[in-house]
């Protein structure tokens, strides 16, 4: 408390008691004159005593809580405007100059242009690769690449005899592409030749059997292959996606065998909000001329769908129908086209579908497949009815990845190669059509860059509960494994050396053959192991060498009946890039 306080509050006590003793003294006064005056006329004189002090008591005033308001029945609403006239003040400001800012342009990344690869082996197999691309540029991209690969030695086939079972096999393409703002157009041409023998027949034959190339068979398929395609690369949601493409393959031999083969589609797709819708439309032509048999077939495919994505789902619904036109006559296939899948926490995948597609068979599709192809006779299209998957797929971490499958299929007139027993030889293959049900099982394990180590293991099993053809009942997927199994491991030992390993395993699987009372009998094709390893050595920067040792257990593989190839085999060869 501060002094001036003080004072005040000892100042005002001393007032009052002041005026306390003067109230007194004058009561006092007042008294005794009024007893003198008594005394003299009736008492006399008189002493009073006072004991207590005097107490000033006041009342506690209220204070009014409230202010007086004047009720006015007049109420003034105000109503007033009022504008601002804007005034332009000149001012003068020349700003100082400055020097523009230099920018160092990004250096463009060292792209080698093309590559050179050389390589020899036992077995006189020589192999040789080439590809040149023009230097980057925004608008176009254009280049060439040819390969030879060809081996002329023997091996022993069954009977411990050795056979020429050589092949000699060319390619060549040109391709190009051509950049607009919003699409896309590239092209390609391309040229195939395939020299094949046909060298495998049954030792155990009666007579004189080739053994030497120039007493076997053989026989050179060729291929013209030219595609255009044009595609829409705009990310605008507003546009219409496209993807038109033309392929026409033109397929011949030696004996005047031949192919014209005609695919034209186009995909159209819109983007929605998380989602979109499309069509997919082909047309398929058809002519195969082979052995003096002739056969036309085309088709009309239109498959629509709509696709429908978030974080957590993807729904793929559609219709695929497929218009068949053999001869003179029509089929008409309709199929679902449903995908369910469940992204959960981005690690694991869970997904089922449910689908059905028609597969066109021809030379070109069935020669790819066996090149030691005889006659197709009446060429059938393979009705994949229904098919049927349920899965799941995910990684583990950033550098693991798996997937697990398992698949139920209903397959009408699937195809199998059988030997054609009108040949002498029997050494080459005909097509059989079979209706099938079958269960298959899929998985795959892929690790990548873990301590400079990658693999990838995969691999299939196969069952066929129901098999039946026209004629037959019971029979085996004839040349069809029942399990096959890859693995495939890179590691880079250091920053100039690294090493790789594959390995193949396909298991038993059955060959079609007769006794002498045309009685069918299932020859047995023993399981296929097959190990390989390479190695590379880099010299310099765009200079190596590598090393390819081919079928390390020496095995006679059967992969068609009769047709065994080479045993172990070394490739060494070197890699310039430029």
């Not at 100059?97 to 093309?114: C, V």
């Not at 086939?157 to 092949?167: A, L, P, Q, R």
Request: proline content about 3%; glycine content about 6%.
């Amino acid at each position: 408390m501060s002094k001036s306080k003080i004072f005040n509050d000892n100042h005002i006590k001393g007032i009052m008691m002041n005026s306390k003793s003067f109230i007194i003294a004058l009561v006092l006064t007042f008294c005794s004159i009024f007893s003198f005056s008594q005394e003299e006329s009736q008492l006399g004189t008189q002493s009073i005593t006072i004991y207590t002090d005097y107490t000033i008591v006041l009342r506690d005033a209220s204070r009014v809580q409230y202010l007086p308001v004047i009720v006015d029945t007049i109420k003034v609403q105000p109503n007033f405007k009022y504008a601002i006239n804007p005034v332009v003040f000149n001012t003068i400001f020349t700003p100082t100059l400055i020097n523009a800012a230099s920018l160092k342009e990004e250096p463009s990344p060292s792209l080698d242009r093309g590559h050179i690869n050389l390589g020899i082996g036992n077995y006189l197999s020589p192999r040789i690769e080439v590809f040149y691309n023009t230097a980057y540029t925004k608008n176009y991209s254009a280049g060439v690449y040819a390969r030879h690969h060809s081996a002329h030695g023997r091996s022993k086939n069954s009977d411990g005899k050795k056979v020429y079972n050589g092949f000699n096999t060319n390619d060549a393409k040109i391709y190009g592409q051509k950049f607009f703002d919003y699409a896309t157009l590239s092209g390609d041409i391309g040229f195939r030749s395939n020299e094949i023998f046909y060298y495998g027949y049954d030792p155990e034959l009666p007579g004189s059997l080739p053994r030497d190339r120039n007493e076997m068979e053989s026989e050179t398929w060729m291929l013209i292959n030219p595609k255009v395609n044009l595609s829409s690369n705009t990310i605008y949601t507003n546009m219409l996606n496209y993807d038109m493409n033309i392929d026409y393959k033109y397929l011949f031999n030696t004996n005047a065998d031949k192919h014209h083969g005609l695919r034209t589609g186009v995909n159209l797709f819109k983007a929605l909000k998380n989602s979109h819708i499309g069509m997919d439309v082909k047309y398929i032509y058809h002519n195969d001329n082979i052995k003096g048999f002739e056969n036309t077939e085309s088709f009309l495919i239109m498959n629509p769908y709509l696709k429908r994505y978030s974080k957590e789902w993807q729904i793929i619904a559609g219709i695929n129908t497929n218009i068949e036109f053999p001869k003179d006559t029509s089929i008409f296939h309709i199929y679902p086209n449903i995908l369910i899948q469940h992204n959960i926490s981005n690690v694991i995948i869970p997904y089922v579908s449910f689908k059905g597609y028609l597969e066109d068979n021809c030379i070109y599709s069935v020669q790819r497949i066996n090149p030691y192809i005889q006659r197709l006779g009446n060429i059938e299209s393979t009705n994949y009815a229904q098919v049927i998957d349920l899965g799941l797929k995910g990684n583990i971490s950033r550098n693991i990845y798996f997937h697990i499958n398992g698949n139920y299929s209903k397959i009408d007139n699937m195809m199998f190669f059988v030997n054609d027993i009108s040949e002498d030889l029997n050494n080459k293959f005909i097509t059989e059509y079979t209706n099938v049900e079958r269960f298959s099982g899929y998985g795959e394990i892929r690790l990548k860059d873990i301590s400079s180590f990658n693999f990838l293991l995969k691999g299939n099993y196969y069952y066929y509960s129901y098999i039946r053809n026209r004629n037959n009942f019971g029979e085996k997927p004839w040349h069809m494994p029942n399990l096959d199994i890859s693995f495939t491991t890179e590691y880079q030992y250091t920053r100039d050396i690294k090493f790789g390993m594959d390995f193949y395993f396909i298991g038993e699987r059955f060959a079609k053959e007769y006794d002498e009372n045309s009685n069918i009998i299932e020859k047995k094709l023993s399981p296929i192991v097959d190990i390989n390893l390479y190695g590379e050595y880099v010299f310099a920067q765009n200079f190596s060498s590598f090393i390819n040792l081919n079928n390390l257990l020496g095995q006679k593989q059967y992969v068609w009946n009769n047709y065994h190839s080479y045993g172990f085999n070394v490739l060494l060869g070197i890699k310039y890039s430029f």
